[in-house]
């Protein structure tokens, strides 16, 4: 079944701390995406991506990196975690830009 | 700015009546519009899509409608059930092409009791 999964679940780290968010997409998608929500907010797209190697840059991008590594997978970077960054992270894969959504279930991070 | 407003914030049912949940926004272009399920901790799940001009979709008991003069859509859930508990996301796409972007909403938080 196409999915898209997100690692780890949740993620607990120290101000300063190094995180990774990974996902990955068995969708054969082109498009995929990282967002945040956090409350009261709707969902802001920190990066996305075309294709393997491909990067663009979101709404909200900064203190966060991005790579797209393969078609499947593509990861966020946090080298610096701030409590700001404290948040709950979505990745999503679509076939075009118009086309349906697929969301995994979320990363929870906390920084303290 | 908030280029995608969703009322009410929250919205407590009994379960077996109907609601309906607004979306207006100012997106320009507005190529398409998407109403998600959120279930609490979990990611979204497309209900339905509206491109047209007065598009109405129905999906079980979802339906929808939109105005684009008006920019403005619905999210009707008629006959609710314990399971529809979750937030509904509104979302408009601002362009059909690859640099297109989605703006959300924050959500309407649904909570149907028995």
């Known amino acids: 079944e196409a999915a898209v999964t997100q690692s780890p679940r949740n993620k607990v780290t120290v101000t300063g701390g190094n995180v990774t968010l990974s996902c990955r997409q068995t969708?054969?998608?082109?498009?995929m995406y990282w967002y945040r929500q956090d409350t009261g907010h709707g969902l802001r797209l920190i990066h996305y991506?075309?294709?393997?190697?491909?990067?663009q840059i979101g709404d909200v991008p900064d203190g966060y990196k991005a790579t797209r590594t393969t078609q499947e997978d593509f990861f966020l970077l946090l080298e610096l975690a701030s409590p700001s960054q404290t948040s709950l992270y979505f990745c999503?894969?679509?076939?075009?830009?118009?086309?349906?959504?697929?969301f995994g279930s979320g990363t929870r991070l906390l920084v303290i | 700015k908030t280029q995608v407003e969703q009322s009410p914030q929250s919205l407590v049912v009994r379960q077996g009546e109907n609601c309906v949940l607004q979306c207006n926004y100012s997106v320009t272009p507005d190529n398409h519009l998407r109403w998600f399920k959120q279930d609490t901790g979990k990611g979204l799940v497309s209900l339905t899509v509206l491109v047209h001009e007065n598009d109405k979709t129905s999906n079980g008991r979802y339906s929808a409608t939109l105005d684009k003069d008006a920019k403005h859509s619905t999210l009707h859930i008629t006959a609710t059930l314990l399971d529809d508990t979750a937030t509904y996301i509104c979302?408009?796409?601002?362009?059909?092409?690859?640099?297109?972007?989605?703006?959300f909403g924050a959500g309407t938080q649904l909570i149907v009791i028995p």
């Open positions: 979302v408009v796409g601002d362009r059909g092409s690859a640099l297109g972007r989605l703006h």
């Open positions: 999503a894969s679509s076939g075009t830009a118009n086309s349906d959504y697929t």
């Open positions: 969708n054969s998608h082109n498009y």
């Open positions: 991506s075309y294709g393997a190697g491909n990067l």
